[in-house]
């Protein structure tokens, strides 16, 4: 019988996919043609027929070859958006929806005055909740299979999404139009940055990671 193996890696040629994704894809068309093969051989074909018969069903290498890459680069985008841009959209609306309510509802932040006007803004019952929504962004997350920066990048999404914003809007009060934001000053970014980026960074960060630390529950044997 025929090398299958050997005979997909020399015809498949170099994928822009990692080694074991490689290795996956071969294993995989390499068992496919084998049991093609042997299906042949049992309806009665010559091994040296059946493997020239099985050789002509595989087709055109460099289609096959283009729909592989095709197919792994729609199931990258599939898994992204599963583990990534779904749990951060959620994790950005509840977060920030909480805040607009508590803003609609006229709860008083506690402020700290650095400068005037620049002050740091505390909604407290906002920042203790932050954890419980860094954590149920953390296990959206992983339940779609997400690991390492993926997961935390989903469940503090809503403050790195503020500090986007801080980011484009700096460089265009300083070099576009200073008249922008008015009285912007450096104390007034610092005090804005720990307010709506790094204290909220960091509650939604602790709900990830003690998200992380949950057990599964174990299935119990009956």
């Given amino acids: 019988m025929p090398d299958w193996r050997a005979y997909v890696r020399q015809n498949l040629g170099p994928l822009r996919l990692d080694r074991q994704e490689v290795s996956d894809i071969s294993e995989e068309l390499a068992g496919h043609l084998e049991q093609l093969s042997e299906e042949l051989v049992a309806g009665g074909f010559s091994e040296a027929e059946a493997a020239l018969r099985t050789r002509a069903m595989a087709g055109d290498w460099q289609v096959l070859r283009q729909e592989v890459v095709s197919a792994k680069r729609e199931r990258t985008m599939s898994q992204r958006v599963k583990q990534i841009w779904l749990p951060s959209l959620v994790t950005l609306f509840i977060s920030w929806g909480i805040l607009a309510l508590l803003i609609g509802a006229r709860i008083q932040p506690l402020t700290w005055h650095v400068n005037k006007p620049p002050a740091v803004i505390l ?3 906002w920042l203790v909740l932050l954890p419980s929504i860094g ?44 008249y922008v934001v008015h009285d912007f ?36 044997k009956n």
């Fill in 123 to 125: 909604y407290i019952p």
């Fill in 135 to 178: 954590a149920a962004g953390g296990y959206l997350s992983r339940r779609a299979q997400a690991r390492g920066w993926r997961v935390y990048l989903a469940g503090t999404f809503p403050a790195l999404a503020i500090g986007c914003v801080f980011l484009i809007v700096l460089p265009f009060r300083v070099f576009v139009d200073p």
């Fill in 185 to 220: 000053e450096f104390v007034g970014m610092m005090a804005m940055t720990l307010s709506w980026v790094l204290l909220p960074g960091v509650a939604l960060c602790i709900g990830v990671a003690l998200e992380g630390m949950r057990k599964l529950p174990t299935a119990t």
